[in-house]
């Protein structure tokens, strides 16, 4: 299998499965670049459809940025769509604009549909729904608040985000961290001390959380500096966090 839109290029992805059994893929997407520049080549997802997983048709542009003055009007990075009511609610990373120093302003926002085909997207409102605490987290130069992935949270009938952050109270070459936020109605938001904090990577992205079948949790994290996956485990969702390879993190608080 070999997918990509006619004269782009692609990036992060989130696979859906309709109701009618055919897949769909929602991508970032952009133009082709001599060199890579994430505010130009990550402005829209893009979506293609499969019966089998292995033909694919592209069917163009399904979300984009925002309008102007909105928190995503500069960019639109990694989401994460899923099942809700009869529909969909996707969680997506917003761009607004760049630090002086030329840094990514990252924030998290909310897009209902009414349905499970990955189209018909409607922003929640004009701001982010999650947005980095700077308690714990950098806001500035070097932070980090994208890549959203939502599970049921195991203490409550809430839900719990993870998201790739970084912890302002380490040295920003080794403040890599996974943020942990959580919501009664994945509208309203409380954002808490990082998740997992290892001191010694500089990115955790693209955090994806997954409850086993014997009820213990496993995270996965792309690091930065090497383009490798780390892996932890827990017995719930808050920890504590157990290196698969060589260490142990603490819960959060």
């Known amino acids: 299998m070999r997918y990509a839109p006619p004269g782009l290029c692609v990036n992060d992805f ?56 909105r928190f995503d009007q500069q960019a639109v990075w990694t989401m994460h769509p899923l099942r809700h009511g009869t529909g969909m609610a996707m969680f997506y990373t917003g761009v607004s604009g760049l630090t002086p120093d030329g840094w990514p302003l990252q924030s998290v926002g909310l897009a209902y549909s009414d349905r499970t085909d990955g189209t018909g997207w409607r922003r929640h409102g004009t701001t982010p729904v999650v947005e980095a605490d700077p308690r714990w987290y950098r806001t500035a130069d070097r932070m980090g608040w994208r890549d959203p992935f939502v599970v ?44 997992i904090a290892p001191g010694d990577v500089d990115e955790l992205e693209c955090p994806v959380l997954e409850r086993l079948d014997d009820g213990t949790w496993l995270l996965l994290g792309s690091i930065g500096a090497t383009r490798g996956f780390e892996a932890w485990t827990a017995p719930r969702l808050r920890g504590p966090w157990t290196g698969l390879l060589y260490t142990s993190y603490a819960a959060a608080e």
């Open 14 to 69: 989130a696979l859906l499965r309709d109701d009618d059994g055919t897949y769909a893929v929602l991508h970032l997407q952009g133009p082709w670049t001599t060199e890579f520049d994430h505010l130009r080549m990550e402005t829209s997802y893009g979506r293609a459809t499969s019966a089998d997983l292995v033909d694919w048709r592209s069917e163009g542009t399904a979300f984009g940025n925002g309008l102007p003055g």
């Open 152 to 195: 049921r949270d195991d203490e409550g009938d809430g839900w719990a985000m993870v998201i790739c952050a970084s912890d302002a109270s380490l040295p920003v070459e080794v403040g890599g961290c996974v943020a942990l936020a959580t919501s009664p109605d994945l509208e309203h938001w409380t954002v808490h001390p990082p998740l």
